[in-house]
């Protein structure tokens, strides 16, 4: 990765660099970015979506349900407000 990266005059931040093993959550990888151990992670979200190692979408469900969740009370205290309004 070290070559890769000079090669093409790409900077990676190893400390925001995470790596994770897809299957088999028993599995512990060594990775370094330029002498730099990189972390091994369980869940991380990418582009977005919460991913895991067993690619179970339990994590984005709890997340886009607490974004609704939050929304619908903005809209709630917007209408309570307004006596009247309605949706």
Do not use: C
């Not at 070290?2 to 995470?18: C, E, F, I, P, R």
């Amino acid at each position: 990765m070290d070559q890769w990266s000079k090669k093409w005059d790409m900077t990676l931040n190893a400390g925001k660099t995470k790596v994770m093993l897809f299957g088999n959550p028993h599995v512990k990888l060594s990775v370094s970015l330029m002498g730099t151990p990189i972390e091994q992670v369980s869940t991380i979200k990418y582009l977005g979506v919460w991913l895991d190692e067993q690619l179970n979408f339990d994590d984005q469900t709890e997340y886009a349900a607490s974004k609704a969740t939050r929304a619908f009370a903005k809209i709630d205290r917007l209408i309570n407000k307004r006596k009247g309004l309605g949706p």
